[in-house]
Nanobody, 126 residues
Framework: QVHVVESGGGLVQAGGSLRLSCTAS????????MAWFRQAPGKEREGVAC????????RYADSVKGRFTISRDNAKNTLYLQMNSLKPEDTDMYYC???????????????????WGQGTQVTVSL
């Protein structure tokens, strides 16, 4: 029922920027904390950023703090991740996720998230 779709990934040079988008349907988008995760082959999935249902409270992984900004437009059922000053270490598949529970306290523990998109690839070259 719940369908999550990411877009906006691509190839960019180090220091460049990308903006990822995520649309979610089959749920009341404005009732859910949303999050971005990333994962490389052979690595654990890493929480990148999350945002509460109002778009007021955000949390970021230390590795992206100051470079990435998560935001949302509830009228469009859309989540965004603005990525600036990209580094090769940011190369990953990026996933948009929604949790099982409405009004979840924003966090980056992946076990709390049950609805996942198919991912969008971000590649940052030297």
């Amino acid at each position: 029922q719940v369908h999550v779709v990411e877009s906006g990934g691509g190839l960019v040079q180090a220091g460049g920027s990308l903006r990822l988008s995520c649309t979610a349907s089959g749920l009341t988008f404005a009732d859910y904390t949303m999050a971005w995760f990333r994962q490389a082959p052979g690595k654990e999935r890493e929480g990148v950023a999350c945002i509460d249902q109002y778009g007021m409270t955000t949390r970021y992984a230390d590795s992206v703090k100051g470079r990435f900004t998560i935001s949302r437009d509830n009228a469009k059922n859309t989540l965004y991740l603005q990525m600036n000053s990209l580094k090769p270490e940011d190369t990953d598949m990026y996933y948009c996720a929604a949790p099982r529970m409405k009004y979840l306290l924003p966090g980056l523990e992946n076990h709390e998230y049950t609805h996942w998109g198919q991912g969008t690839q971000v590649t940052v070259s030297l």
